[in-house]
């Protein structure tokens, strides 16, 4: 018997793959983290307190045991699916002894990591209290030289943090986005035109635009997508990445062009308003079925009749998709009684009659039909009592029922526009109105950044010391003191804000460990007594 996992087929996500390449994926990243780890444990060995070396450790060893949480994520996900193949006979006990082991081994490495990372942490604690310490020190002797102004850090601290996050965004999109298509500036201004629009944050807006992209949308396409995700979202009470997600799964599978995504949009809130679920519910469940409907030629707007009719009948969202791939897969295949009933009675396989333009209430009739002629109940034709209970729910009384939802289905245009309208309640406003401020600070942020920087060139002596620490601390932190500094074009304000940024953040020792030597010699300069760390 096979005793890995090679040769295990699962799906992931919208993809189905060999469970061995999924793991070989994330083994790589975990063996290059590692190999970093290893780097950095010869040069502790030389230097044990080194508090830079002690920060590496900690930040490579919470890398490593979140890509271990991943990977043992994408084994909990497969873990039914396997089990199911097992059951099956699709996979030996061999293969099935091999998952358990691979699932048991990564859980007990994941534990190891998570107690290395603690016990890591623990070491360099004590550099935080220090680092408050310091900060207590710097803010009084910045107030010795001047008061500073609370309303000039507040707005310059809130403009560079959102203009900060928002280009940390637009970094990551510019890593993929084709500016041939769309120049970087004019996807910005498209992005945070959107997020003033929908009240969502640009940041999160870049996001999805990055995530749709790299879903194989065209950068042309990117914004008006998303814009229909976002749309999706509100209307559909989803998480953004969920709308998005079912949005590029159903183009994907169906082939569909970019400019059809409004119709699918319109439909998904269709079957929302036509039945009982939620575009969240069924974002977490359609990429189920979409693969099996595709393969017999049942369009969407079938499908998500299908949706509307089963939900409404009291049928979960969940369990509908369960009922309905059965359904369709009994059908579809060959050799059935159903598909050869059909076969019998048309001359055409289900996936023809499809094609042909059939709904799945005629197919379903001409089953109920053949059912009356031997004097057997419907439920009798079919293999799967589910396959049974969806057929009967979405044939109903006649076919008339099912053919009327699906008119209603294809009249859909308009529906996510309207009920994103609907949602326009004066909650949303306010959300709106302050989501605007923040782009504002986007943009305000955008200018401090391209106008002030040129002057930190011009500081001296200690503050160039100053500015050297700076350099070495996290993106995010940097430009908010950068920025707050060259504002008030001031040293004494500087030390200020510094000294009380140090306390507030002194918790957050792993960030700061390459701070401490630049700051001690910062602070001899102006005869501070600093203790060194």
Not at 6 to 30: E, F, H, Q, Y
Request: charged content about 20%; some cysteine.
């Amino acid at each position: 018997m096979a005793n890995d996992i090679k040769g295990i087929i699962v799906r992931i996500g919208a993809d189905t793959t060999d469970l061995s390449k999924a793991m070989s994926s994330a083994n790589r990243s975990i063996s290059t983290t590692q190999k970093q780890l290893n780097e950095v444990q010869k040069a502790l060995k030389l230097d044990p307190s080194n508090t830079d070396l002690l920060a590496q450790k900690y930040r490579l060893l919470t890398e490593k045991a979140d890509e271990t949480r991943k990977k043992l994520q994408t084994l909990k996900d497969a873990q039914e699916q396997v089990e199911e193949q097992y059951r099956n006979g699709e996979i030996d006990q061999g293969k099935y002894d091999a998952f358990r082991r691979e699932l048991i081994s990564t859980e007990n490495q994941l534990k190891k990591l998570e107690k290395e990372a603690a016990k890591s942490n623990a070491a360099i604690n004590s550099f935080g209290e220090k680092m408050k310490d310091i900060g207590g020190k710097l803010t009084a002797a910045g107030k010795t030289i001047m008061p500073l102004s609370a309303a000039v850090v507040g707005i310059g601290t809130a403009a560079a943090v959102s203009a900060v996050d928002f280009e940390d965004a637009m970094a990551k999109v510019s890593t993929i986005a084709d500016t041939t298509e769309v120049p970087l500036d004019e996807l910005r201004s498209q992005i945070l035109s959107l997020s003033s629009q929908t009240g969502i944050s640009a940041s999160e807006i870049a996001d999805n635009v990055y995530n749709a992209i790299s879903a194989g949308q065209k950068t042309g396409d990117a914004v008006n997508f998303v814009t229909n995700s976002t749309k999706l979202a509100k209307a559909g009470f989803a998480d953004a990445g969920a709308a998005l997600d079912v949005l590029t799964t159903i183009l994907s599978a169906y082939g569909m062009e970019a400019s059809e995504v409004t119709n699918v949009s319109d439909m998904l809130i269709q079957t929302q308003n036509l039945g009982k679920t939620t575009v969240a519910e069924l974002s977490s469940s359609m990429g189920k079925v979409i693969p099996t409907a595709n393969a017999y030629h049942v369009q969407l707007d079938q499908l998500c009749t299908g949706y509307a009719k089963m939900t409404a009948n009291g049928v979960a969202t969940a369990e509908s998709t369960t009922y309905m791939n059965s359904m369709l897969n009994e059908l579809g295949k060959s050799g059935t009684t159903v598909s050869d009933i059909l076969k019998d009675k048309t001359g055409k396989s289900f996936a023809e009659l499809m094609e042909d333009g059939h709904s799945l209430a005629d197919v379903l009739s001409i089953l109920k039909d053949s059912a009356d002629e031997q004097n057997l109940s419907f439920g009798d034709l079919w293999s799967s009592a589910e396959a049974g209970k969806a057929g009967l729910i979405l044939l109903g009384e006649s076919a008339d029922d099912f053919n009327t939802t699906l008119t209603q289905m294809r009249e859909s245009s308009g529906a996510t526009d309207s009920a994103f309208e609907k949602l326009q309640t004066n909650s949303f406003k306010i959300n709106k109105a302050v989501n605007a401020v923040k782009n504002t600070f986007i943009v305000l942020g955008g200018v401090i950044l391209d106008t002030f920087s040129p002057a930190i060139e011009a500081v001296t002596g200690g503050i160039q010391k100053l500015c050297n620490w700076i350099s070495s601390l996290p993106m995010g932190i940097q430009t908010i003191i950068v920025v707050i500094g060259t504002l008030i074009a001031s040293a004494g304000p500087l030390l200020v804000v510094l000294g009380t940024l140090m306390t507030s953040i002194g918790s957050l020792a792993p960030m700061f460990s390459t701070a401490v030597t630049a700051v001690s010699a910062f602070s001899a300069g102006l005869a501070l007594p600093i203790a060194p760390i």
